[in-house]
């Protein structure tokens, strides 16, 4: 059974940086992809970046490019995402997600309803 744990999340002043993890386990698939989402009260997921497990690309909303990279660690099964230049507006929970394929629009790949697997999320708060 795949298991998704986020940690890394917490509070920081806008223009901060943080780094979230997520760790899987019982994810057998050489391929597929991995994201993160965020999502605020009253809203839903929104898809932040997206990377191809097997060959690495990497994939972000209009957002977040120049401020997100999303990485991978095969050896360690895990997931990063590095934010930088925060702004309060990125203030939400995030969500790590996982697919066992990879769909043929990278624009697929940012969104919640492709994926099977989802961690229960940490919350980022930046404040102004």
């Known amino acids: 059974q795949v298991q998704l744990v986020e940690s890394g999340g917490g509070s920081v002043q806008a223009g901060g940086s943080l780094r979230l993890s997520c760790a899987d386990s019982?994810?057998?698939?050489?391929?597929?992809?991995m994201a993160w989402f965020r999502q605020t009260p009253g809203k839903g997921r929104e898809g932040v970046a997206s990377?191809?497990?097997?060959?690495?690309?990497?994939y972000y909303t209009a957002s977040v490019k120049g401020r997100f990279t999303i990485s991978q660690d095969n050896a360690k099964n895990t997931v990063y995402l590095q934010m930088s230049n925060l702004k309060p507006e990125d203030t939400a929970m995030y969500y790590c997600?996982?697919?066992?394929?990879?769909?043929?629009?990278?624009?697929?790949?940012?969104?919640?309803?492709?994926?099977?697997?989802w961690g229960q999320g940490t919350q980022v708060t930046v404040s102004s």
């Open positions: 997600a996982a697919a066992p394929t990879t769909p043929l629009a990278p624009a697929t790949s940012l969104l919640p309803g492709w994926y099977s697997y």
């Open positions: 019982g994810y057998t698939y050489s391929s597929g992809c």
């Open positions: 990377i191809y497990r097997g060959i690495g690309r990497t």
